[in-house]
């Protein structure tokens, strides 16, 4: 049985919008976040070629919200801290491709769609014991993540 989901953006036409979500992938929701609020806002092969360059570590990726003790990067311009999200700059991507390809299928210009939406949420908790010395056991809690992508034709 699946389970049914809604995006988390309302108010868009159907008929130029495309959309794309990928649930419960595993990377960090920290990475995610911060990955989808650089490229809101961005055309998606301007997108690409970014997260392209994240994963060839060439470009950093700024961390805005969760930024202590993450080092500073030269090449970023308004942001100090910076890191080379290699594993969520993966998932994006695949989602971005995807976003693409429902595009093409709808008959949408790929090369003039412009992502107005990117958002991440938690996913739900995957729990796991930790073996310690002595006998005793920590918690290991990995969190899942949701990440949606819309774009529009502009």
Do not use: W
């Not at 595993?26 to 609020?37: L, M, V």
């Not at 491709?97 to 769609?113: C, F, I, P, Y």
Request: glycine share 6%; with cysteine.
């Amino acid at each position: 049985m699946t389970s049914r989901f809604k995006y988390s953006l309302f108010g868009y036409d159907p008929e130029k919008t495309v959309l794309a979500s990928a649930r419960e992938i595993d990377i960090s929701h920290k990475h995610g976040r911060e990955i989808c609020h650089v490229i809101r806002g961005m055309l998606v092969h301007r997108a690409k070629t970014y997260l392209e360059e994240v994963l060839e570590m060439k470009r950093s990726v700024p961390f805005k919200r969760y930024k202590l003790k993450i080092g500073h990067r030269s090449d970023l311009v308004k942001a100090d801290a910076g890191r080379y999200p290699v594993k969520a700059a993966k998932e994006i991507l695949n989602l971005l491709n995807s976003l693409e390809k429902n595009a093409e299928h709808k008959g949408l210009q790929v090369d003039k769609l412009l992502l107005f939406h990117a958002a991440t949420q938690k996913g739900r908790k995957i729990k796991r014991i930790f073996p310690r010395a002595f006998g005793r056991s920590s918690p290991k809690v990995g969190i899942l993540t949701h990440v949606e992508l819309a774009a529009e034709e502009v």
